[in-house]
């Protein structure tokens, strides 16, 4: 199954390992890369999940529409138009 904070992990666990092997013998210039790596990670993760709870509630009322939408009265409407058209053609 497809987790998007596996996902990102993976990629920043990545990042990590290339800043630890380039840059082995400056330990600081490491450790503040690595703690940028650390930031990127967290907001990847909150834009994710904020994406994915957007997405989640656009659907979720596109559902609500589809099914008010459903119970709309069609016959009556075409009988008011008719009407109308009737009532306008006099």
């Known amino acids: 199954m497809f987790t998007p904070d596996a996902t990102i992990d993976l990629i920043q666990t990545g990042k990590k390992n290339f800043v630890n092997t380039v840059f082995a013998k400056q330990e600081k210039i490491a450790e503040a890369l690595n703690d940028f790596v650390d930031a990127q990670t967290a907001y990847t993760k909150s834009a994710f999940k904020a994406t994915q709870d957007s997405a989640t509630k656009l659907a979720s009322e596109a559902v609500k529409m589809t099914q008010e939408a459903a119970k709309f009265d069609y ?3 075409v009988s008011t138009f ?6 306008a053609k006099k």
């Open 75 to 77: 016959a009556k409407a």
């Open 82 to 87: 008719a009407d109308a058209f009737k009532a």
